[in-house]
């Protein structure tokens, strides 16, 4: 389940830093099991012994009924197992560590935690119903050999469908592996953009599906994002309209903006408008702002040029400032 590097995502880096990523401890573990602390033991100041009782493999751990995790908890991030909780854990093999610290083998399989955001979640008390186990066990079995026809379409409807806890996951994960993207349809791909312009209310999700239909550079993408520039209106995302827009098509995407520019009647959505030109960070944005810098104190403009990371843009403000 190794994934493979993708464009678009060294351009929204800021945004990916910030995201959940159970996907990636899904992928990075050697075992992932659903289960519950039982026991907490102190091994000197710098190790703790945590015993889990497995409650629902997923992959990996040999059948095991328990298991033993590691935790240093001197160190400054760390995850460490919850008591009593139902949790998913993305674990990595400690076997060989815990030889080195002396540990008896017969207490094993001895285990630590992959350490990714979001990859310990809670698992509801229906098992089988729960989101994250099912979105687990889609990755799990898509390891083991399941068609990659039949986990692109499983994806894709947890992307689209899913329960929020995990739908963003879903989206990224398709956005970073183009060999199961080339499984869906276009009438796949039509609902996804749809998504990713509708959206509203839920906006990293929205920026997710963005990124992953400019990921497949669908046609329409831009003007269908443009939209709702102005209704959504959190700078994140308009950031993203504009590197998508460069990404997408280069010095020409300043005018597919500016034409949606001259037609907004709201303040906001002028404001977003604008902040997206300034995200494409191309020569013909800069001159768009500059032009409009010159003729009145506009701060949506100023606020463009500062996203612009051109020197030129700085100077403008910077000049008009003083």
């Known amino acids: 389940m190794r994934t493979a590097p993708f464009v678009f995502s060294i351009l929204c880096l800021p945004a990916l830093l910030a995201a959940q990523e159970l996907r990636r401890g899904l992928v990075t573990a050697d075992a992932v099991v659903v289960a519950r602390g039982v026991q907490r033991t102190e091994v000197g100041d710098d190790l703790v012994v945590?015993?889990?009782?497995?409650?629902?493999?997923?992959?990996?751990?040999?059948?095991?009924?328990?298991?033993?995790?590691?935790?240093?908890?001197?160190l400054g991030?760390?995850?460490?197992?919850?008591?009593?909780?139902?949790?998913?854990?993305?674990?990595q093999d400690a076997t060989a560590q815990a030889g080195r610290l002396g540990l008896p083998a017969a207490d094993g399989p001895y285990y630590k935690m992959v350490g990714w955001p979001g990859s310990n979640p809670l698992v509801g008390a229906e098992i089988d119903r729960d989101p994250v186990f099912a979105f687990a066990a889609l990755l799990a079995a898509s390891d083991a050999g399941a068609p990659p026809a039949t986990t692109a379409e499983a994806l894709c409807r947890t992307a689209l469908e899913g329960d929020a806890s995990v739908r963003v996951e879903a989206v990224r994960y398709l956005t970073e592996r183009p060999d199961l993207r080339s499984h869906l349809d276009g009438l796949q791909w039509s609902r996804a953009m749809s998504r990713a312009a509708g959206e509203l209310d839920d906006v990293p999700y929205?920026?997710?599906?963005?990124?992953?239909?400019?990921?497949?550079?669908?046609?329409?993408?831009?003007?269908?994002?443009?939209?709702?520039?102005?209704?959504?209106?959190?700078?994140?995302?308009?950031?993203?309209?504009?590197?998508?827009?460069?990404?997408?098509?280069?010095?020409?995407?300043?005018?597919?903006?500016?034409?949606?520019?001259?037609?907004a009647g709201a303040s906001a959505d002028r404001k977003a408008l604008l902040?997206?030109?300034?995200?494409t960070d191309t020569e013909s944005a800069l001159q768009a702002l500059l032009r409009l810098h010159e003729v009145g104190n506009d701060p949506a403009v100023e606020a463009a040029l500062q996203e612009h990371r051109s020197p030129r843009a700085r100077e403008a403000v910077a000049r008009r400032n003083r």
């Not at 945590?50 to 992959?59: A, E, N, T, W, Y």
């Not at 209106?233 to 520019?261: N, S």
């Not at 902040?275 to 995200?279: D, E, N, R, S, T």
């Open 275 to 279: 902040l997206a030109i300034g995200a």
């Open 50 to 74: 945590h015993r889990l009782q497995v409650v629902r493999p997923v992959r990996g751990a040999g059948g095991a009924a328990t298991l033993a995790v590691l935790e240093f908890p001197r």
């Open 206 to 263: 929205k920026i997710a599906l963005a990124e992953l239909c400019a990921e497949q550079r669908l046609d329409g993408l831009l003007d269908a994002l443009a939209v709702s520039l102005g209704p959504v209106t959190d700078p994140e995302y308009a950031r993203t309209v504009g590197r998508i827009g460069k990404l997408l098509h280069g010095e020409a995407a300043t005018a597919k903006l500016e034409t949606r520019l001259r037609s």
């Open 77 to 91: 991030l760390h995850q460490r197992p919850s008591p009593r909780q139902s949790r998913l854990y993305c674990l």
